[in-house]
């Protein structure tokens, strides 16, 4: 199967990017469309018979490795995963069970490490292998911006993620 291309709008600009599309992204934008379709629903009643499949679908999810930059563009799981963890405890049964939400944290933060690490090695610069997303509350004191090339390319690469869906 060989890349193909697509262009995908980019928010706050009046021309869609031009894309290659992996291969597999497909088979990813099918996993976002299942993964929506159980935890965001049109009533908004998350289907509780569909959980056990969806925990099998997350562990296939956590454990596929060829994610990258283009494949999260086209496919939009992140944005998907980011609503699900978004998500009021109350809306998620079993999540005590399942951890869907801290789940979909990890894979957003997974994949932000990810793009930091690609961004990095295009523009030369080296990230510390410490560096993580940090998510503070709502109520909290603003962070300084990071002043150091690592920093910059992880702050970079947070911002595509989260522009790219």
């Not at 009021?88 to 997974?110: G, N, Q, T, V």
Request: without cysteine; proline residues 10%; glycine residues 4%.
């Amino acid at each position: 199967m060989e890349e193909s291309t697509a262009r995908v709008p980019v928010p706050g600009s009046s021309r869609p990017r031009v894309v290659i599309i992996p291969p597999d992204a497909p088979m990813v934008k099918e996993w976002r469309i299942r993964v929506q379709k159980v935890f965001l629903p049109r009533p908004g009643v998350v289907n509780l018979e569909a959980l056990p499949e969806m925990d099998v679908l997350f562990t296939t999810i956590e454990a596929y490795d060829g994610m990258n930059h283009d494949t999260l563009m086209y496919s939009k799981i992140g944005r998907v995963l980011r609503l699900i963890h978004a998500l009021p405890l109350e809306s998620l049964p079993h999540d005590d069970d399942f951890h869907f939400r801290e789940r979909a944290l990890a894979l957003i933060e997974k994949w932000v490490a990810g793009q930091g690490e690609m961004l990095a090695s295009v523009h030369h610069v080296p990230v510390p292998a410490e560096a993580t997303l940090q998510v503070a509350p709502a109520d909290s004191e603003p962070v300084t911006p990071a002043t150091s090339e690592p920093e910059l390319a992880l702050q970079g690469a947070m911002a595509s993620l989260v522009l790219s869906d």
